[in-house]
């Protein structure tokens, strides 16, 4: 089984950047035809994409963040990370990763000086 598992820093001042890793056991970041994504939820809000890379190292982002985020994976950790710059609160989320069908748990990021 596969097993997703975040981990945030909490609590993000604004403008700074947020940095995420979500660390894979059970399956492979690099298994052909997989793609590992970064999925947030803000309080009161419903799930939005924000970006996946994958097998093969290509990157995809959802329009409205593609200027803020980066994504990339450490294959020799089986683990892909998350980079989203200037954070402001409307950034405060749970963010999971998710990947063949699997959720991590998520972890809760707020934005706050």
């Known amino acids: 089984q596969v097993r997703l598992q975040e981990a945030g820093p909490g609590l993000v001042k604004p403008s700074q950047t947020l940095s995420l890793t979500c660390t894979v056991s059970?399956?492979?970041?690099?298994?052909?035809?997989?793609?590992w994504s970064w999925i947030r939820q803000a309080p009161g809000k419903g799930l939005e994409w924000m970006a996946a890379?994958?097998?093969?190292?290509?990157?995809y982002f959802a329009p409205s963040l593609q200027s803020r985020t980066s994504i990339s994976r450490d294959t020799s950790k089986n683990e892909f990370s998350l980079r989203l710059e200037s954070v402001s609160s409307a950034d405060t989320a749970v963010y999971y990763c998710?990947?063949?069908?699997?959720w991590g748990q998520g972890t809760r990021v707020t934005v706050s000086s």
């Open positions: 998710f990947g063949r069908g699997y």
């Open positions: 059970g399956g492979s970041v690099t298994k052909p035809n997989t793609f």
């Open positions: 890379i994958g097998y093969d190292g290509a990157r």
